[in-house]
């Protein structure tokens, strides 16, 4: 297997003295499929492209730092002590419930500020954020990071001593859990662009040529949950060092606070949907 035999340490190596980082790489490469995803399905909307561009490009800076603050916050103990590397993005540590957090902050006051529906909005960029995690998620590999636990099978992954826990030193190969994550954004994308598809086919077109949603919010909510899901699946394999409440990993009961939390609000929507019909 490909992940198995490819170690991309040496390759690395001679590409050190290149400004390129492969971090960095994958996210920019997400960010233009998630761009291009939110552009086009804003506009089967009938909603506007500057309008569109400019939300994408405020919530992506709004993205990035709100994701790095998160990262940090959380692993304050070593930036404490590191502070020379808490703008090194470069090196990983993009948390995306920050994300998720400064994306929600920037939608809504851009909604109030437009007049538009925010929940159109969010169920617009919900396809567009699975496909940037899925695509992104690959930095990961490249700097060796978001790993599970050791493994025989032969889509495991070799971790460098340098950065595996200190109790896997005489262990080589290693859970791809960035993989599993790329490939359950994967079918959340998957998921959202069917979804879309059926809503779109029961939309109308109001006088400003904007479509009339009456379901507004249940892609969004429905990413939320998919996504959190899938998260919390790989947070029960990974075995990097993150903050825990009462010996359980916090990103992973975050990820759960998010699941529970949407799926409430959408039985909610479900049934102010049903008396209304």
């Given at each position: 297997?490909?992940?198995?035999?490819?170690?991309?340490?040496?390759i690395?190596?001679?590409l050190?003295?290149?400004?390129?980082?492969?971090?960095?790489?994958?996210?920019?490469?997400?960010?233009?499929?998630?761009?291009?995803?939110?552009?086009?399905?804003?506009?089967?909307?009938?909603?506007?492209?500057?309008?569109?561009?400019?939300l994408?490009?405020i919530?992506?800076?709004a993205?990035?730092?709100?994701a790095?603050?998160?990262h940090?916050?959380?692993e304050?103990?070593?930036?404490?002590a590191?502070r020379?590397?808490?703008?090194?993005?470069?090196?990983?540590?993009?948390?995306?419930?920050?994300?998720?957090?400064?994306?929600?902050v920037?939608?809504?006051?851009?909604?109030r500020?437009?007049?538009?529906?925010?929940?159109?909005?969010?169920?617009?960029?919900?396809?567009?954020?699975?496909?940037g995690?899925?695509?992104?998620r690959?930095?990961?590999?490249?700097?060796?990071?978001?790993?599970?636990?050791?493994?025989?099978?032969?889509?495991?992954?070799?971790?460098?001593?340098?950065?595996?826990?200190?109790?896997?030193?005489?262990?080589?190969f290693?859970?791809?859990?960035?993989?599993?994550?790329?490939?359950?954004?994967?079918?959340?994308?998957?998921?959202?662009?069917?979804?879309?598809?059926?809503?779109?086919?029961?939309?109308k077109?109001?006088?400003?040529?904007?479509?009339?949603?009456?379901?507004?919010?249940?892609?969004?909510?429905?990413?939320l949950?998919?996504?959190?899901?899938?998260?919390?699946?790989?947070?029960?394999?990974?075995?990097?060092?993150?903050?825990?409440?009462?010996?359980?990993?916090?990103?992973?009961?975050v990820?759960?606070?998010?699941?529970?939390?949407?799926?409430?609000?959408l039985?909610?929507?479900i049934?102010?949907?049903?008396?209304?019909?």
């Amino acid at each position: 297997m490909f992940l198995h035999t490819f170690n991309p340490n040496p390759i690395l190596a001679h590409l050190g003295s290149f400004t390129l980082h492969w971090y960095g790489l994958f996210l920019a490469v997400g960010a233009l499929a998630g761009y291009l995803v939110f552009i086009k399905l804003g506009r089967r909307y009938g909603l506007k492209s500057a309008d569109l561009e400019n939300l994408f490009f405020i919530t992506i800076i709004a993205g990035l730092i709100g994701a790095r603050v998160y990262h940090v916050l959380n692993e304050w103990s070593y930036y404490a002590a590191h502070r020379n590397e808490i703008m090194s993005i470069w090196n990983g540590g993009l948390a995306l419930h920050g994300g998720l957090i400064a994306g929600f902050v920037v939608f809504l006051l851009f909604a109030r500020k437009k007049k538009l529906s925010f929940w159109l909005l969010a169920d617009i960029a919900a396809p567009a954020l699975a496909l940037g995690q899925a695509i992104g998620r690959w930095g990961n590999y490249f700097n060796q990071e978001l790993y599970g636990g050791p493994t025989s099978l032969p889509w495991g992954i070799p971790i460098e001593p340098l950065n595996r826990p200190l109790q896997f030193l005489d262990d080589k190969f290693f859970h791809p859990a960035f993989l599993y994550e790329s490939l359950g954004s994967f079918a959340v994308f998957a998921l959202m662009l069917y979804l879309h598809r059926r809503f779109l086919a029961g939309t109308k077109r109001g006088s400003d040529g904007r479509s009339v949603v009456r379901n507004a919010g249940f892609i969004a909510l429905a990413y939320l949950i998919a996504e959190s899901l899938v998260r919390t699946g790989t947070e029960l394999i990974r075995i990097d060092r993150v903050p825990t409440i009462a010996d359980v990993r916090l990103p992973l009961l975050v990820s759960l606070a998010i699941a529970i939390a949407a799926g409430i609000t959408l039985f909610m929507l479900i049934r102010r949907r049903a008396r209304t019909t």
